[in-house]
Every structure is written in structure tokens, then in C-alpha cells.
């Protein structure tokens, strides 16, 4: 079972036909938005350094643009239509790789608003998954979370009928100075973890926490972190997952084209030994029609990368 997990930046159906410089077209990491997510997500061979060269069966996208905001609805607005052409974009990579039929087909669960004019996608492979159920998540005392509140996805497996459970969370940005800076996506992060539905067994939480696990505000009373009893994650804490939008010279890499740790899959499923891993899209990129094994052009790269996301995908495969 292989799931990516990534924040797309209000990503719509506009949005993913935005093209690309021709010096980064040539180097066969795709043309436009659409094209370069089709590649990290369905395993393409340019991706082979850092990728399983399987398509995902299950991909959550992270601010979903959509219209409105009474949060659990249906959303009117690009968030249907930009999960159909994902979707039929991804069917189409099976279509034109005989490896990939009868092993893989997708279909899209009908997105809810979970905040004001954004949604979490969700696309799964119906030869690996059941879809159950969706709804979006209250905490303990059956409040909505603000600002926007989990989206979960209920699913049991096709071979062995087991429940695997998908939530998908966008926190608010670290806000004020360095002793407060993480108190809004901490009061967040501890507000999720006292939903009810992460009780339950085979339960994943993905998505941008705007914050790692040993981050930390200082409520006048001492520091307080996050908690989410029986989670687990093997993405080590620190890791860098969110983009920046030039070049910082004067850092080394990674920190030169990433700013935050803000992203992370966390798990309460077995096996334990489950990979979990940060697909560095922009310091593994290659240059492959020229140079296979060289690195690109770190400012275009950064660039053209911007046209798809501030934030790096996850994987767990």
C-alpha cells in the first residue's frame, strides 16, 4: 500500500495547467503542474532516486480550493471538478502503462468544506480499497475545529477486508515572537488529537501541522508541546518539508530552498516497520534528458517548483 500526502497550495483547476520554463521542461520532470504531479505520484521513472516506481493508492491533497466555508457540505466551486481531472489524469498514466491495468483504477471521494473555501482531497484505487465513509471531525466536547477541521476518509481493504482509516489536516500558520511563534498550530494539533475517531485502529493523520513533533510554545506556565498518544512517525523530527520561495545563499542545503518542518504522516497502524519518508523533490531533482546523474539548476528548479507548491509531498509506502 503506497500514500502520498501533499500540501498543493490552493490548488484548483486552473491552476494545473500553469506551464513551465522551457529550461525546466527539458529537464522530463513534466510540462505543466498537472504533468509533474502525474510523475511523484504514479512513480515515474524520472523520480527513481527517491521514489517507489508503483503509483500511489491513496493520494490526499492538502488545500483543495473550493467555494464556501459552512464546514461538512459539499462545496460549490473548482474542488469537484479539480479532483475529476487529477483523477482522470491518473487513470490515464494506468491506461498507457500495461503494468499498471487491472492492478489500479481510481476514483475520488466527494470532497466536504472544511474550512473557509478549502477542502482535502482524497483519491484512492479501487482494485486495493473499499471507500466507507467521509465526514469531517469535532473534537471531545463535538465542536468543529477552527480554522479548518479534519476531514476523515473510512476505508477497508479489498484483500482482507481490514479498516484503514485516512485523516488529512491543514493547521494555522506560526504566528508572533520566538517564545509564542507555534502556540495556533499547537492549540490546533491537541485540539485533533482529543477527536473521538482517532480511537480507532489502522488510523493515519496526514498533512501540513505548520509545526514538527518536538515543537514547543511557552504559555506563561512553562512549555507546552503536542500530543498524540499512540502516533508514531518515522520521519525524524526537524525534517525540513516546507519551500521557500528563492535561493537563501547563505544557507547550506537543504535549508537553502526549505524554511520549516511543517509536514508529517503520523500512524497508529502495523507493521511498525512501515516507511515514511519526505519525497525532496527539488534537492533529487536531475537534469535527465542531459545529465542523469547531475544535479539541476537549483534556481530553476526553486522557481518552476513554486508553480506547484510551498510544501514537499510525504510518502509511506
Not at 505543466?32 to 532516486?49: F, H, P, S, T
Request: aromatic letters at 8%; glycine letters at 10%; one cysteine or more.
Amino acid at each position: 500500500m503506497k500514500i502520498i500526502s501533499w500540501n498543493l497550495k490552493n490548488i484548483g483547476i486552473n491552476k494545473l495547467a500553469n506551464g513551465f520554463t522551457a529550461a525546466f521542461q527539458a529537464y522530463g520532470l513534466g510540462n505543466n503542474v498537472l504533468d509533474y504531479m502525474m510523475n511523484v505520484v504514479m512513480g515515474n521513472n524520472a523520480w527513481n532516486n527517491i521514489n517507489t516506481l508503483v503509483p500511489a493508492d491513496i493520494f490526499v491533497i492538502i488545500e483543495l480550493k473550493c467555494g464556501g466555508h459552512a464546514k461538512g457540505y459539499l462545496p460549490p466551486g473548482p474542488a469537484s471538478p479539480t479532483l475529476q481531472a487529477i483523477t482522470a489524469a491518473m487513470n490515464l498514466v494506468v491506461a498507457n502503462t500495461p503494468a499498471f491495468i487491472g492492478n489500479y483504477n481510481y476514483n475520488f471521494v466527494n470532497p466536504l468544506i472544511v474550512g473557509r473555501h478549502e477542502a482535502v482531497g482524497v483519491i484512492f484505487n479501487t482494485h486495493a480499497l473499499n471507500f466507507v465513509t467521509t465526514g469531517v471531525l469535532r473534537d471531545n466536547n463535538l465542536r468543529l475545529i477552527n480554522p479548518r477541521t479534519p476531514n476523515y476518509v473510512g476505508f477497508t481493504t479489498v484483500v482482507g477486508g481490514n479498516n484503514l482509516n485516512v485523516i488529512g489536516i491543514h493547521a494555522p500558520p506560526p504566528k508572533g515572537g520566538t517564545n509564542v511563534k507555534y502556540r495556533p498550530p499547537i492549540q490546533f494539533a491537541n485540539k485533533v488529537a482529543t477527536v473521538p475517531e482517532l480511537a480507532l485502529p489502522d488510523t493515519l493523520i496526514m498533512g501540513d501541522y505548520n509545526c514538527s513533533t518536538n515543537s514547543v510554545y511557552n504559555s506563561g506556565a512553562g512549555n507546552i508541546g503536542w500530543n498524540f498518544a499512540g502516533y508514531n512517525t518515522s520521519i525524524p523530527n526537524g525534517t525540513l518539508t516546507s519551500v521557500r520561495q528563492k535561493v537563501a545563499n547563505t544557507q547550506p542545503p537543504p535549508a537553502n530552498y526549505l524554511s520549516g518542518p511543517y509536514d508529517n504522516l503520523l500512524r497508529n497502524i502495523n507493521p511498525p516497520g512501515t516507511i515514511q519518508v519526505v519525497l525532496d523533490t527539488i534537492g533529487n531533482a536531475r537534469n535527465i534528458t542531459i545529465n542523469p546523474n547531475g544535479p539541476t539548476n537549483l534556481n530553476v528548479v526553486l522557481r518552476n517548483y513554486n508553480k506547484v507548491s510551498d510544501h514537499l509531498p510525504l510518502s509511506m509506502y
